[in-house]
């Protein structure tokens, strides 16, 4: 978690499709929470599509740009749902 911390966006967006490369699993949804947190929206996308989600609750965000990055994690989450519906999974 600290490479987020330290990380700009487009860098850790980089870093963990490099980890998706090598088949690195992702494992910790507290990096979907650090994300919202921090407004990284690409991030948030590519860690919901690899079954990563939020735990923090609409009442925990404090600012416009974290309730917004919320709702695209919530809203990942159940596209991600609907397609695993829809494909019998």
């Given at each position: 978690m600290a490479s987020i911390r330290h990380s700009a966006p487009t860098l850790l967006i980089s870093i963990l499709s490099r980890l998706d490369q090598y088949s690195i699993r992702f494992d910790n949804p507290a990096l979907v929470d650090e994300c919202i947190q921090r407004g990284y929206q690409s991030s948030i996308r590519m860690l919901c599509e690899k079954g990563l989600f939020t735990s923090l609750q609409e009442g925990q965000l404090e600012g416009k740009e974290q309730r917004q990055c919320?709702?695209?994690?919530?809203?990942?989450?159940?596209?991600?749902?609907?397609?695993?519906?829809?494909?019998?999974?």
């Open positions: 919320w709702q695209l994690a919530k809203r990942c989450e159940e596209d991600i749902r609907i397609r695993k519906l829809m494909l019998g999974r």
